[in-house]
T-cell receptor
Framework: EAQVTQNPRYLITVTGKKLTVTCSQNMNHEYMSWYRQDPGLGLRQIYYSMNVEVTDKGDVPEGYKVSRKEKRNFPLILESPSPNQTSLYFC????????????FGSGTRLTVV | DQQVKQNSPSLSVQEGRISILNCDYTNSMFDYFLWYKKYPAEGPTFLISISSIKDKNEDGRFTVFLNKSAKHLSLHIVPSQPGDSAVYFCAAGGGADGLTFGKGTHLIIQP
């Protein structure tokens, strides 16, 4: 089944404790992206990657890192999480960036206390 | 600055009637537009798209209209069904930096 898999689905952590949210897709998509969804703010792009070893900042990259060492994986890293990073996170992938619909993962609900 | 705007946070429509969701954009470089549907506890799912060379695209009960001069697009759902109750996101793209999403409209279909 073609899908984007995120782990974990739910995570509660403490301020300053490094964490990684994994994202994997099995569709051989070149384009991958991370979004966060917050009440009243919709979906905002954190980082995106057009291919292996190519990553770029989105609209809200502060406090996040990503890497794209393999085509299928695009982990989101929070080196020192803070409470304002409490959010619902979605990973998405696409064949390309122009005009193709994204396939989204099921989301990761992160709470930083 | 919000480049994609959905000005109605929620919309209530009676089952069987037409639902019309609206979206405005400010960036003239956008050349393709998409609508996504999201249920609680799930990721958004792609619904329908339209490129800037067209003014209408239809897929079953869903039709998207694009008015480039007004920088406005709309999603029509007819007839509306209970399963259509969800949050709908409008998205736009035109460059290498992916999609820009609106804040979403919560559509409620009343029996």
């Amino acid at each position: 089944e073609a899908q984007v898999t995120q782990n974990p689905r739910y995570l509660i952590t403490v301020t300053g404790k490094k964490l990684t949210v994994t994202c994997s897709q099995n569709m051989n998509h070149e384009y991958m992206s991370w979004y966060r969804q917050d009440p009243g703010l919709g979906l905002r792009q954190i980082y995106y990657s057009m291919n292996v070893e190519v990553t770029d900042k989105g609209d809200v990259p502060e406090g996040y890192k990503v890497s794209r060492k393999e085509k299928r994986n695009f982990p989101l890293i929070l080196e020192s999480p803070s409470p304002n990073q409490t959010s619902l996170y979605f990973c998405a992938s696409s064949l390309g960036v122009m005009g193709y619909g994204y396939t989204f993962g099921s989301g990761t609900r992160l709470t930083v206390v | 600055d919000q480049q994609v705007k959905q000005n109605s946070p929620s919309l209530s429509v009676q089952e069987g009637r037409i639902s019309i969701l609206n979206c405005d954009y400010t960036n003239s470089m956008f050349d393709y537009f998409l609508w996504y549907k999201k249920y609680p506890a799930e990721g958004p799912t792609f619904l329908i798209s339209i490129s800037s060379i067209k003014d209408k695209n239809e897929d079953g009960r869903f039709t998207v209209f694009l008015n480039k001069s007004a920088k406005h697009l709309s999603l029509h759902i007819v007839p509306s069904q209970p399963g259509d109750s969800a949050v709908y996101f409008c998205a736009a793209g035109g460059g290498a930096d992916g999609l820009t999403f609106g804040k979403g409209t919560h559509l409620i279909i009343q029996p």
